[in-house]
């Protein structure tokens, strides 16, 4: 929405940012690593399995799932796809 500077930030299953609760319930966009001028900033969406694949993942990381999931389903979806194109 575009009252939320949120709408800026981009899922990666790579990402240079993550999201922290705050004890107030406020979220904070923190750095992972020093990021560049310029350099978009990502953060992974976190998404559980319920529907993941109605949310298609195209961020180009080497380690790419292809669906916006936190990374603790990377290897369940891995062995979706494997399974699925046996």
Known sequence: VAWNPARFL???C???CEALIDDD??????ALRDIQPGE??????NYDLEDYREH????GAPQ???????????DHV?????????
Do not use: D, K
């Open 10 to 12: 981009n899922h990666s």
């Open 14 to 16: 790579a990402p240079n």
């Open 25 to 30: 319930g406020r979220i904070w966009i923190t």
């Open 40 to 45: 978009e900033l990502t953060f992974n969406y």
């Open 56 to 59: 298609l993942c195209r961020c």
């Open 64 to 74: 790419c799932v292809g669906y916006m999931v936190a990374e603790e389903f990377f």
């Open 78 to 86: 891995r062995r979706q796809q494997a399974l699925a194109q046996a």
